[in-house]
């Protein structure tokens, strides 16, 4: 799976996107008009299928029948499939695949599935008039594209129609994505002329790759396609920032904005190539994207300063990225103590970011004696990441504070976030001796019980038992009313 969204432009509201918003108001009012009304009427009648005795049992054999002998191989694995739904008692699957063959619903109507020498004939017809009666006229399937009765007015009205809320919502989020930069820049004429016919020319291409079929094609992707190769073409060599995702990999970039047209592109045939039968308009895309391409290409042609192009954005430069760049231009031009100050600067705006605090940390312990190497080497402690690269670090960088500076500036809660870092991670050493110089400047701090605990915790993971229960004994002597102290009791007591 591949996608990328430009996060370029806003709408300019002084100057609304107005065909665009009527767009959507279209798509939303057809989606919960007639088309939900045409999904209730569905719904009901195929509860009253469901309901009826004569209705699956006459003809869903009879489709089986029609797909098994129809000489096409796909039809017989789904004449497998409806089979094994009927005997697991399953109604809906079924129906709609049988609702959704044309050529069956064909023969059905005139009467060459069910015939009238049919001992049933007469209750069948009187059931299947009522089931006709509650669908009620079609709609969705009248306004679609259907390869197998196209009409040639269904290259727009099926652009319109849209197969669930999910399918709705999706392509009108990228329809507003694209179309408020399009829209602002073509004109709403032009916009809604190359909305329409990438459309007509998404459908067109959706047509060819499924010849011969007998499902229905809807939906808004073929025009929508045609707007982001639109935006693509009009934004051209113009470096724009975008998100994207490969598989299950994610970024942000800023890219030439005309490299996405071929990758979208590519995109589309290659997953028709991999997923012919996937239930997905790739070629209905494909032929947006190039139809969407073409006209605004003519369009900028056509345009009189030969320039059409969308308006430019100022971006609000991030202040760490201006201080990252400045930090390491000075780093490589070994100014170190600028190259230190710019760094320190970015650890307290980003004190998440390692790369800035380990940098910082580095610059700053050439001189122990400096305030700078105690502000590093707080930044240092606050990091809270428990990854074992991490942990090391962070190991590693007290090791060479304890042993640098001068002297050590190790208060109460620094030592106390220390000792039970260490204690969890298994190093017992250090862990031991930190609690102690804890305990002799705090004998109540709060955090001693939690230490003695991981302490405990980690001599019995370690195979130490005897030295986990002196951490018992000093947590009963010291701290024996604590949750804690329970903890270790039942700890000590599973570990027999």
Same mark, same amino acid.
């Given at each position: 799976?591949?996608?990328?969204? %430009? ?48 209705? %699956? ?56 599935? $069910? ?66 930069? $399009? ?5 709403? =004429? ?62 942000? $970039? ?8 071929? !990758? ?55 202040? !760490?990225? !201006? ?7 000075? *780093? ?18 980003? %004190? ?12 700053? =312990? ?21 990854? %074992? ?12 504070? !304890? ?33 102690? $110089? *804890? ?13 003695? *605990? ?43």
């Amino acid at each position: 799976m591949f996608f990328a969204i %430009p996060l370029n432009n806003k709408p300019d509201w002084h100057h609304p996107p107005l065909i665009t918003i009527l767009l959507v108001l279209i798509n939303f009012i057809v989606f919960f008009g007639p088309q939900r009304i045409e999904t209730n009427a569905q719904e009901n009648a195929a509860r009253f299928y469901a309901a009826s005795k004569i209705l %699956p049992n006459i003809e869903f054999p009879r489709f089986a029948q029609y797909l098994r002998e129809s000489g096409n191989t796909k039809k017989a694995r789904m004449a497998d499939a409806v089979e094994r739904a009927i005997n697991n008692g399953d109604i809906d699957g079924p129906l709609q695949a049988m609702e959704h063959d044309q050529d069956f619903q064909r023969l059905l109507a005139a009467g060459k599935i $069910v015939k009238a020498d049919d001992e049933h004939y007469e209750e069948w017809k009187q059931q299947r008039t009522k089931y006709e009666a509650l669908k009620g006229s079609p709609f969705t399937e009248r306004w679609a594209s259907n390869p197998s009765d196209w009409n040639p007015v269904s290259l727009i009205t099926s652009v319109f129609l849209h197969g669930s809320t999910g399918h709705l919502i999706g392509n009108m989020i990228f329809l507003c994505l694209f179309g408020f930069t $399009v829209e602002q820049t073509l004109g709403g =004429k032009r916009y809604l002329a190359l909305y329409l016919l990438a459309g007509a020319c998404g459908d067109l291409g959706d047509l060819l790759a499924r010849l011969g079929s007998t499902s229905i094609g809807l939906g808004a992707s073929g025009a929508i396609s045609g707007l982001m190769a639109s935006y693509a073409v009009l934004y051209g060599r113009q470096r724009i920032r975008f998100f994207y995702q490969l598989l299950f990999y994610f970024d942000y $970039v800023k890219a030439p904005a005309i490299i996405l047209l071929p !990758v979208w592109i590519a995109h589309e045939f290659l997953q028709q190539a991999l997923n012919p039968e996937g239930g997905v308009a790739y070629m209905a895309h494909a032929g947006g994207l190039l139809s969407g391409a073409a006209l605004t290409y003519f369009f900028k042609k056509r345009s009189p300063d030969k320039n059409l192009a969308p308006p430019t954005t100022i971006e609000t430069e991030n202040p !760490v990225d !201006v201080l990252q760049q400045r930090a390491s231009a000075a *780093l490589k031009a070994l100014k170190l103590d600028e190259a230190r100050d710019l760094y320190r600067k970015l650890a307290k705006l980003a %004190p998440k970011n390692s790369e800035f605090v380990s940098t910082y940390f580095n610059l700053a =312990k050439r001189t122990p004696a400096d305030e700078h190497f105690h502000r590093a080497f707080r930044y240092v402690t606050a990091f809270s990441a428990d990854d %074992p690269e991490s942990s090391k670090w962070i190991y590693d960088c007290y090791q060479t504070y !304890v042993s640098t500076a001068k002297p050590p500036r190790l208060g109460a809660e620094m030592t106390a976030r220390l000792a039970f870092r260490f204690a969890r991670e298994g190093r017992l050493q250090e862990a031991d001796r930190l609690l102690r $110089v *804890l305990i002799s400047r705090e004998p109540t701090h709060g955090e001693a019980p939690n230490i003695l *605990l991981a302490l405990l915790t980690s001599c019995l993971k370690q195979g130490s038992r005897p030295k986990a229960l002196e951490y018992k004994k000093a947590l009963d002597d010291r701290h024996g009313d604590t949750p804690q102290a329970r903890m270790a009791e039942d700890i000590l007591r599973q570990q027999v």
